[in-house]
C-alpha cells in the first residue's frame, strides 16, 4: 500500500473507534459507587452534597490506550425531592481526546415502599483529533514517517450536543434503573479534500439492578447488575457482587462479557471519604500485550444543614 493508502485507513480506523467506543462516556468498573455516570435519575440519590472521581488507565502498556477521568457532584434539594447533578469527563485514546460536560435534573415521587426518580440531562461532547501525532512508515522505505504536508496530518475538532432521559427506583435494599444517557445519533464527519467519512454514535439503552442481602449484623452482599444494549452493537453485560464487612471495607468481583473479570476494594475512610480501586483482569486476546486495567475512586460527601437537616442519607454502601 502507498503512503496516501495507509495515511486513510488509519485514519478512517481510528475515527470509528473513536465515534462507537470514545464518543460517549466509558462504562467505568466502579460506576455502582457514582451512577449518575450512567442515569441522571440518580441526582440526589444520596441525598448529602456527594462529589466523585474515578481515573481509569485501561489495557497498561498497549500505546494509545484509552485514560478515563470522570468528576461528578451531586445533591439534593427541596426536603429531597429534587436532584441536581453534574458530570465533567475527559477520555483519551490514541490520537483522539474528548470533553463532555453534562447536567443532570431529577425529581423524586415518594411510593409506598420506596421511591421514584425522574431524570433528565443535558451537556454536550467536544472532540479533538490530532493526527499530526501519528507516524506512517513511508512507501519505499524501512523507516521515515509521511510528511507534514499530507492532507490527513493535521488536526480536526467537532462539538456535539446531546441530551438524556431516565427512570430510578430504590428502597433499603433494592434498586432498578433504566437509562438512555444519548437520546441523539450524532454524526461524526471527517471531511478532507480526498475523502468524506460519515459515522455515526448509536443510542445505548442502560438497565442496572441491585440488591443488598443481609447475612449477618457485620456482613452483607450487594448484588448487582448492568445490561447495555446499543442500536448496531453487540448486547453486553456486568454482574457483579461485593462483600461488605461493618459498612468499612468491600470486597467484590465483577464478570464483565468478553473483556473478563474484575477485582473490586472499598474502603470507608470516615464519614465523608471513601476510596475504591478496580483491577480488570482481561482474557480476550489483548491479554498478551496488556497487563490488565487500573481504576481508582474518591468519593466526598457532607450534609449541608440548610439543605439536609432532618433528611436519613443511605448508607455509601
Same mark, same amino acid.
Given at each position: 500500500? #502507498?503512503?496516501?493508502?495507509?495515511?486513510?485507513?488509519?485514519?478512517?480506523?481510528?475515527?470509528?473507534?473513536?465515534?462507537?467506543?470514545?464518543?460517549?462516556?466509558?462504562?467505568?468498573?466502579?460506576?455502582?459507587?457514582?451512577?449518575?455516570?450512567?442515569?441522571?435519575?440518580?441526582?440526589?440519590?444520596?441525598?448529602?452534597?456527594?462529589?466523585?472521581?474515578?481515573?481509569?488507565?485501561?489495557?497498561?502498556?498497549?500505546? *494509545?490506550?484509552?485514560?478515563?477521568?470522570?468528576?461528578?457532584?451531586?445533591?439534593?434539594?427541596?426536603? *429531597?425531592?429534587?436532584?441536581?447533578?453534574?458530570?465533567?469527563?475527559?477520555?483519551?485514546?490514541?490520537?483522539?481526546?474528548?470533553?463532555?460536560?453534562?447536567?443532570?435534573?431529577?425529581?423524586?415521587?415518594?411510593?409506598?415502599? *420506596?421511591?421514584?426518580?425522574?431524570?433528565?440531562?443535558?451537556?454536550?461532547?467536544?472532540?479533538?483529533?490530532?493526527?499530526?501525532?501519528?507516524?506512517?512508515?513511508?512507501?519505499?522505505?524501512?523507516?521515515?514517517?509521511?510528511?507534514?504536508?499530507?492532507?490527513?496530518?493535521?488536526?480536526?475538532?467537532?462539538?456535539?450536543? #446531546?441530551? *438524556?432521559?431516565?427512570?430510578?427506583?430504590?428502597?433499603?435494599?433494592?434498586?432498578?434503573?433504566?437509562?438512555?444517557?444519548?437520546?441523539?445519533?450524532? !454524526?461524526?464527519?471527517?471531511?478532507? !479534500?480526498?475523502?468524506? !467519512?460519515?459515522?455515526?454514535?448509536?443510542?445505548?439503552?442502560?438497565?442496572?439492578?441491585?440488591?443488598?442481602?443481609?447475612?449477618?449484623?457485620?456482613?452483607?452482599?450487594?448484588?448487582?447488575?448492568?445490561?447495555?444494549?446499543? !442500536?448496531?452493537?453487540?448486547?453486553?453485560?456486568?454482574?457483579?457482587?461485593?462483600?461488605?464487612?461493618?459498612?468499612?471495607?468491600?470486597?467484590?468481583?465483577?464478570?464483565?462479557?468478553?473483556?473478563?473479570?474484575?477485582?473490586?476494594?472499598?474502603?470507608?475512610?470516615?464519614?465523608?471519604?471513601?476510596?475504591?480501586?478496580?483491577?480488570?483482569?482481561?482474557?480476550?486476546?489483548? #491479554?498478551?500485550?496488556?497487563?490488565?486495567?487500573?481504576?481508582?475512586?474518591?468519593?466526598?460527601?457532607?450534609?449541608?444543614?440548610?439543605?439536609?437537616?432532618?433528611?436519613?442519607?443511605?448508607?455509601?454502601?
Amino acid at each position: 500500500m #502507498n503512503r496516501l493508502s495507509i495515511c486513510t485507513l488509519l485514519s478512517m480506523m481510528l475515527l470509528a473507534s473513536m465515534a462507537y467506543g470514545q464518543q460517549q462516556r466509558p462504562i467505568q468498573s466502579l460506576y455502582m459507587f457514582d451512577q449518575l455516570l450512567i442515569n441522571p435519575a440518580y441526582a440526589g440519590s444520596q441525598v448529602q452534597l456527594s462529589a466523585t472521581s474515578i481515573y481509569r488507565n485501561q489495557w497498561v502498556n498497549l500505546d *494509545g490506550a484509552p485514560k478515563t477521568f470522570t468528576f461528578s457532584a451531586q445533591s439534593s434539594f427541596v426536603r *429531597g425531592r429534587m436532584g441536581l447533578g453534574i458530570v465533567l469527563g475527559k477520555d483519551v485514546i490514541g490520537v483522539h481526546e474528548d470533553f463532555s460536560l453534562y447536567a443532570s435534573y431529577a425529581y423524586k415521587i415518594k411510593m409506598p415502599n *420506596g421511591s421514584l426518580s425522574m431524570g433528565l440531562m443535558a451537556g454536550f461532547n467536544s472532540l479533538q483529533s490530532d493526527f499530526t501525532k501519528t507516524t506512517v512508515p513511508t512507501a519505499g522505505t524501512g523507516g521515515g514517517v509521511a510528511g507534514s504536508s499530507d492532507p490527513f496530518y493535521r488536526e480536526t475538532n467537532a462539538m456535539n450536543p #446531546n441530551f *438524556g432521559t431516565g427512570l430510578f427506583y430504590t428502597n433499603k435494599e433494592f434498586y432498578f434503573g433504566f437509562s438512555v444517557p444519548y437520546l441523539l445519533n450524532n !454524526e461524526i464527519i471527517q471531511d478532507t !479534500e480526498l475523502a468524506v !467519512e460519515t459515522v455515526k454514535n448509536t443510542r445505548n439503552y442502560l438497565i442496572s439492578i441491585g440488591n443488598t442481602f443481609p447475612m449477618s449484623p457485620d456482613f452483607k452482599i450487594i448484588g448487582s447488575t448492568l445490561l447495555r444494549f446499543q !442500536e448496531g452493537a453487540p448486547f453486553s453485560f456486568d454482574i457483579n457482587a461485593n462483600g461488605v464487612f461493618k459498612d468499612v471495607v468491600g470486597l467484590g468481583v465483577s464478570y464483565r462479557l468478553v473483556e473478563g473479570m474484575v477485582y473490586l476494594f472499598e474502603l470507608k475512610i470516615n464519614e465523608n471519604f471513601h476510596v475504591g480501586y478496580a483491577y480488570d483482569m482481561t482474557t480476550s486476546g489483548l #491479554n498478551t500485550v496488556s497487563n490488565g486495567s487500573h481504576e481508582f475512586l474518591l468519593n466526598y460527601r457532607i450534609r449541608i444543614p440548610t439543605l439536609h437537616k432532618g433528611l436519613e442519607c443511605p448508607s455509601y454502601f
